[in-house]
């Protein structure tokens, strides 16, 4: 079954098994101009978090390492996370204006783990699912000692947990979900206190197309893409990259909101 799932993922192989460790950390204060938030988004998306770096370790069906694409059934992995929230939501309360008045939205910072398995869920047709859990810590920052490189200094905390689900990457779709997210942020200079939210999530993958059509697996500098929930592709922004590489985007909505 392992092989006929590694045969599937083909193109997003790296970028499939380097995503989930994407798991959503959200937050951060931004006084002045902020990218992502706004562009290419729907209405509804709350905040966005775009995968800096991730580790990831790969496990066989006997639970040891391995490095063998094709007898992976398990990964796990620790990602830090950087993206913004918009001004209203969870992450980044009105209060925010007391101190900040000119702020348009919060800049976040986050520390997320990933614990997915591969399972087959129905022979006949065959139904290969790739889910599990995904949970961490994040900050909502501001501007702190130095004001010219990314802001730094926490004004609220929280942890966030759910189900990650990167089942469609099995079938050359690169997408991904989180459902049921759940979390607290506090604000201590507010007066709030682990105010509870709740969350769902989108994964969208990166992925490159050759001048035929065909998928390829993004490189630094090269040309790559989002696909949008029309089936459109857009193009991934100089500012959502890091050092080069494309990343994962993780869009954000709060229920409730």
């Known amino acids: 079954m392992t092989s006929i799932w590694m045969t599937s993922i083909c193109w997003k192989n790296a970028v499939t098994l380097s995503l989930l460790g994407l798991m959503f950390p959200l937050l951060a204060l931004m006084v002045g101009p902020a990218p992502a938030l706004g562009k290419d988004l729907g209405p509804e998306v709350g905040a966005v978090l775009y995968e800096v770096v991730e580790d990831a370790k790969f496990f066989d069906g006997n639970g040891q390492p391995t490095a063998v694409r094709n007898s992976v059934v398990r990964r796990t992995a620790t990602a830090w996370l950087s993206g913004w929230a918009e001004l ?24 997320g783990q990933d614990d997915i398995r591969i399972a087959v ?104 893409f989002y696909l949008n929930d029309d089936g459109h592709r857009t193009p991934v922004r100089q500012d959502e990259r890091s050092i080069g590489w494309p990343t994962v985007r993780l869009e954000i909505k709060f229920e409730g909101q």
């Open 88 to 111: 209203g939501t969870p992450l980044c309360p009105s209060e925010m204006l007391v101190v900040y008045p000119k702020a348009k939205r919060c800049a976040l910072t986050a520390v």
């Open 121 to 224: 869920q129905n022979l006949d047709p065959l139904v290969i699912t790739f889910t599990g859990e995904v949970k961490g810590d994040f900050e909502v920052v501001v501007q702190g000692d130095n004001p010219e490189d990314a802001p730094e200094a926490a004004v609220g905390i929280g942890s966030f947990k759910g189900e990650g689900d990167l089942s469609p990457a099995l079938v050359d779709v690169p997408l991904g979900s989180i459902s049921g997210g759940t979390g607290t942020v506090s604000f201590p200079l507010f007066g709030i206190i682990n105010v509870p939210f709740r969350f769902t999530g989108t994964f969208r993958l990166p992925f490159s197309m050759a001048q035929d059509g065909s998928k390829g697996s993004p490189r630094p500098g090269r040309a790559a």
